[in-house]
């Protein structure tokens, strides 16, 4: 009997913020790695998601939305996107089905042009429009590239996500299984438990606050009572950013804990305290030397 080829290899997910690249990533891997807000550019760094089935392993990157950066750190997340488009063996390009193509989509098309991979136009938010309104869309990016394939979905409700994957793996060479099959995500836990604080940050915020927010976690370790310990500083631009944080008698933090423990105990499958505080940084955003404490490394990708 003829032993089946095992297939492997990489691909990026690119496209404007807010069009769902995150809650795909998470809706394949079948749990949450990438966080997910409904405000823009809340992916900062590459986040790699590991798919296994017994014929293939697929590692997808999803990466910051391609914006129009206002300081280092956007700077940073569109260098990242973009470099994510070299190395791998398909591009996802993602766009929103209730947004009309605009300039951002154009100038990422204009780069996935220079690419020399496949690329998927993947149409997500299919459930919020009506299906008349589909053709159309897809007629109108046909104008702008010939993609190798186009496949609308649901990333929210999972409609049609089976059928991407199994088109994903019909262009993937044959290769080895890089990550054990239970392994999800190539991330370290405390990366993915500082993204989880940050997104608690972000649903509870508002206006410039959550852009303005980094989360370093400090130190984990498991103390006497078997509870994993965290200790992590939510980080600011300004006095004003950290008084709204910590909110009247210490409301908010005091809810972004209790938030953020739900969800780092989901992933961790364990009991923790975690312990927050607030600090403040002046204009962290747009200094070198911060945005490499604070996890932003140009060498990362």
Do not use: C
């Not at 193509?101 to 997500?124: C, Q, T």
């Amino acid at each position: 009997m003829v032993k089946k080829e095992h297939k492997s290899g990489f691909v990026s997910i690119v496209g404007r913020p807010n069009v769902g690249k995150s809650t795909l990533l998470n809706r394949v891997v079948g749990q949450k790695i990438a966080i997910m807000s409904d405000k823009a550019q809340t992916t900062r760094n590459k986040i790699q998601g590991i798919y296994t089935t017994k014929e293939a392993q697929i590692i997808f990157i999803d990466t910051p939305g391609i914006h129009k950066p206002k300081h280092r750190l956007g700077d940073f997340m569109v260098d990242t996107a973009l470099s994510s488009i070299s190395g791998v063996e398909a591009i996802l390009f993602m766009v929103s089905a209730i947004q009309k193509r605009g300039p951002g989509d154009n100038f990422i098309i204009e780069k996935l042009k220079e690419a020399n991979k496949p690329v998927f136009l993947v149409i997500n938010k299919i459930d919020q429009i009506h299906p008349d309104k589909l053709l159309a869309i897809i007629e109108d990016y046909k104008t702008e590239m010939d993609f190798a394939e186009i496949v609308p979905i649901s990333a929210t409700e999972g409609n049609n996500v089976e059928r991407l994957l199994e088109t994903i793996v019909q262009y993937m060479p044959e290769g080895p299984q890089y990550y054990p099959e239970e392994q999800v995500t190539d991330h370290p836990e405390y990366f993915i438990v500082s993204e989880l604080i940050r997104e608690k940050v972000l649903e509870l915020t508002r206006e410039e606050v959550p852009h303005s927010v980094a989360v370093v976690v400090e130190s984990m370790q498991r103390n006497e009572n078997n509870k994993v310990q965290v200790h992590a500083a939510i980080i600011v631009e300004r006095s004003s950013q950290k008084g709204i944080i910590i909110g009247k008698g210490g409301k908010m933090l005091k809810e972004i804990g209790i938030r953020a423990r739900r969800d780092i105990e989901l992933l961790l499958g364990d009991k923790i305290f975690l312990d927050l505080w607030v600090k403040v940084q002046k204009d962290w955003r747009d200094r070198q030397t911060y945005l490499q404490d604070y996890g932003y490394r140009k060498e990362d990708y």
